[in-house]
């Protein structure tokens, strides 16, 4: 029994202190979204609550914040014809606030294509939605919600 109780508590050790990393504040949440690209190819919008960051002509990430300056709400759109930096903006999206849940490997690759182009995905606090708008280009939808999915029906 003390073995098995020792065991656990070395396992609670284990486990990094921020496995989630949609409890991150902004700035903290920034600084580790942008790490993914080349300094100053990222423009960023603040207004306030929502952030807008532009990846390429035709590419965005929205972030919305909630009272306490965490990310509770994220669109990444690609209106361009073809663009790697939105595959890009998605998957460091999803690796951020997804932080080390050890699904967030899995569902980042399975975003990373364009088959199917409806998907959605649930992992931890989060829910990671795709879809194509034939008309309009590709959404991806990531938000922190019980119920999924919330915006691909």
Partial sequence: ???LLLCLFLLLLAVPADADGGDLV??????RWMKAFTPGSVTVQDQGQVKICT???GVTATFFLNADDKVERAVVV???ASSAR??????QTIKVLAGQIPQA??????FATVQPATLWRAIGDFC???VQ????????YASRNEQCPTEVR
């Fill in 105 to 110: 490997e899995a569902v980042s690759a399975a």
């Fill in 78 to 80: 690609n209106t361009a």
């Fill in 86 to 91: 939105y595959f890009e903006g998605v998957a």
């Fill in 133 to 140: 708008d034939s008309d309009a280009g590709w959404f991806f």
């Fill in 55 to 57: 990846l390429d002509e």
């Fill in 128 to 130: 990671f939605e795709r």
């Fill in 26 to 31: 902004w700035k903290e949440f920034e600084s």
């Fill in 1 to 3: 029994m003390k073995k």
